[in-house]
């Protein structure tokens, strides 16, 4: 049993890692110009006072979001971005967007798989909290403390991980104000 639970955060841990390269290396993320930006429909600009430095969208993001999932089937999107904002000192915080019609359900589902299987996560269970009238999960990252946050609004599916987590709140709310106004 115990070894089945260290594959799974080792293999968990081996896409989490994945990603980020992709993010970071492959050449669908593009850079974000200051005069016009790339995402600006999915996406806001600026997060809590920090830029957008790049950002992937669309096919190449859904890929990814179902790809870190365990049942990449039961990801019903339709599209999606993976921003991530920051400056020349690094990142600050990375912004996960999926847009699908049961948001709110998958947002929910999520919440309870991540309760279920917290021992074999590299997450805590996420913790539930109402933030500017949301429901707003919280969890930790339990290999480096990042907070990681995610809710539902209309039909996105809001994950927000936390780099910098003297300006949460702030991101949190200016995320908030951001796709209510969608």
Known sequence: MQSRHRLLILGAAAIILAVTAAILLAPHSEPVS??????????????????????????MAVKIVKSIHWEPSMINVSNAAIAEYGSANGIAYRLWVAQSPQACSLVKRMAERMNEFAAMLPYTAPVRHTLSG??????????????????????????LEAYDTRRIQEALEQLIRFYSSR
């Not at 016009?36 to 992937?56: E, K, T």
């Open 34 to 59: 200051r005069s016009s930006s790339a995402a600006a429909d999915i996406v806001p600009d600026r997060l809590a006072g920090y830029n957008l430095l790049h950002v992937v969208k669309g096919a």
């Open 134 to 159: 949301y429901t707003v999960y919280f969890s930790l990252d339990k290999r480096d403390g990042r907070i990681h946050a995610f809710w539902c609004e209309k039909d996105y599916v809001i994950w």
